[in-house]
């Protein structure tokens, strides 16, 4: 049981490469964006509770069970906090303002949403370090 966290990790960081690398980019090439847009809108909450959810069970069974990597699935979970209750809204009340006219939120969308594809990039890097500890 000391690889249940690593497993758990390899879990997340597949689902999460398919999201970014599959999912979004069919969504957004097959749909007009005022269709897009708020579709993706709807599936992050669940994105991030989901995968919240699952790391934050594999943080509990590690410490249980002495697993590997509880300290970067740690920092993976909170990374879901932050996005799911922090930038999400803050980015979606940014959009709203730039699709009301309001250029000067323009700036603080891009900026909310890069800062989000930051968090993504250092939680797929914890996730792949965790995956690794399956091989070790």
């Not at 709807?42 to 509880?70: D, E, K, N, Q």
């Amino acid at each position: 049981m000391q690889n249940i966290t690593p497993f758990i990790a390899t879990l997340c960081l597949g689902a999460m490469l398919f999201f970014s690398f599959v999912t979004a980019p069919l969504i957004f090439g097959k749909l007009p964006v005022r269709h897009a847009g708020p579709l993706i809108r709807s599936v992050f909450p669940w994105y991030y509770g989901i995968l919240g959810t699952i790391t934050a069970a594999s943080v509990i069974a590690g410490i249980l069970l002495g697993s590997a990597g509880i300290a970067a699935s740690t920092v993976v979970l909170v990374g879901f906090a932050l996005a799911l209750f922090v930038l999400m809204p803050a980015i979606n009340r940014a959009r709203d303002h730039v699709l009301e006219g309001e250029t000067s939120a323009e700036s603080r969308f891009r900026y909310l949403h890069f800062t989000s594809v930051v968090v993504n990039a250092v939680q797929l890097c914890l996730l792949g370090y965790v995956s690794s500890k399956l091989l070790s």
